[in-house]
């Protein structure tokens, strides 16, 4: 096993069948490692020289055997295919908003080969994966040297493709809260092109309180910032001054389009970008109350 020439393009090619092998090959590896799942990011960026990986550690020999429920969680292994997500029955019954939004990644061949631990640890701000495991509330559970743990959505997605992974760690499952009967979901998003990468999109969840008239929500921002942007109390307080009404729903939307400052490029203007998150957030919203 030799190192690559520093700029070279050549890697060295390891596979691991297990999590253990490839968080093994990855300290071994150091820094100039790269974990590579389904391709559908990675590759790219290696084709472009974004990625000089001096090795890759192919984590496709992992067995994955696909979602499952514990203790009041959706499990799906890292290393279940977003297609493999799209037909299992427990997420469409237990989990319609992620199914949606794994409906809407790429297209056919990007599902068939793409990761849902590959899309989380990517962290692409306009992925769609991302923007509905933050807004359900869900868990990363992520594997080291020292042992396992389990990192909240809202504290995994740091900023651009970058996450609080630990260069030692992998990715080995996603854990989603299951919604009850009561729950309402909704996700919406705009594209410029068939199979294109979202301009904006938006993930609410409705979490019904048996306490409370007004359900908790959390409302998830994607394309408008460096990370999926969860709306914080104030952006929601129409909500709790006025209930899930119409009303609220136009104040939230509009709140949320003044609270952000995307950037433009050669996709979309940030005027543009601010326009969708209002219209996008106002259906999200009037669908996961049931106003839609
Ligand atoms: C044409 C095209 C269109 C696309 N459109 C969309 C879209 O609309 N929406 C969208 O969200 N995505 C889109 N994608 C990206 C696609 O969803 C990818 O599948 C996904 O972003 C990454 O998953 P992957 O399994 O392919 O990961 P890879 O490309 O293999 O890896 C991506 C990154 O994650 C790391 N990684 C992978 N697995 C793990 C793990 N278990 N633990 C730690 N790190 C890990 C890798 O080291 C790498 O840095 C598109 C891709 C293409 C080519």
Redesign the pocket.
Known sequence: MSAAAPNSSAFEYQTADCWEEAIKLRALWGEGA???????????MINLRL?MPAALID?NPIVSSGPWLDQGELVIP??TR?RAVLDSPLVATHFPMLAKAVG????VR?RN???I???V??A?P????PCVVLAAGGRIVVQGPSGMRSVPADDFFLTYLTTA?DLD????EIRLPVAGDQDGWGFDEV?RRF????TVEVAVSARSRASEEIPELRVVLGGVADRPLLLGEDILEPFRRLGADPQAIDEVAQNAANSISPESDVHASADYRRRLTQVLTRRSLAQAVGLG
């Open positions: 790269k974990l590579i799942a389904g391709g559908q990011s990675l590759v790219p990625a984590l890292a290393m977003h809407l990644v790429g297209n990007v080969r793409g990761t631990g590959g899309s640890s990517h692409d306009t992925g769609e994966i992974t760690e992998v990715v080995t594209t199979s294109d990468f979202a």
